[in-house]
């Protein structure tokens, strides 16, 4: 399955650095940065959950779907699946008009790499 999604096929191709400055950068659009409510490095819970080892339990969160998929999908619609004891609605909605799609499979192939 993974293979043959095109997004997983246009992360790999993506830049982790570039991600990792766009995790971090400030958004007047939203009033926050990813960083503001997701923990990357400690796996301490904050606003959303932490996204540390989020490539091995992305691969979990909806069957059949690829870790990329489902990060790619956490952003453009994070509504469509809410991690247990998280809230619906807290995380932006508008993110797929904030950042170009390239820069969210920056951030995606970003994420794959925070990991032990």
Do not use: K
């Not at 043959?4 to 650095?17: C, G, K, N, Y």
């Amino acid at each position: 399955v993974a293979q043959s999604d095109p997004i997983t096929r246009l992360v790999a191709l993506r830049d982790p650095q570039n991600g990792e400055t766009l995790f971090n950068e400030f958004y007047p659009q939203t009033g926050f940065a990813c960083a503001t409510c997701h923990d990357v490095a400690l796996s301490i819970p904050m606003v959303g959950p932490t996204l540390r080892n989020i490539n091995q339990t992305a691969t979990t969160r909806v069957e059949g779907q690829s870790a990329e998929r489902y990060i790619y999908n956490s952003i453009i619609n994070p509504n469509e699946y809410i991690v247990e004891g998280y809230t619906e609605g807290v995380m932006p909605q508008i993110w797929h008009e904030v950042l170009s799609d390239t820069e969210i499979y920056d951030i995606v192939a970003y994420l794959l790499t925070v990991h032990d």
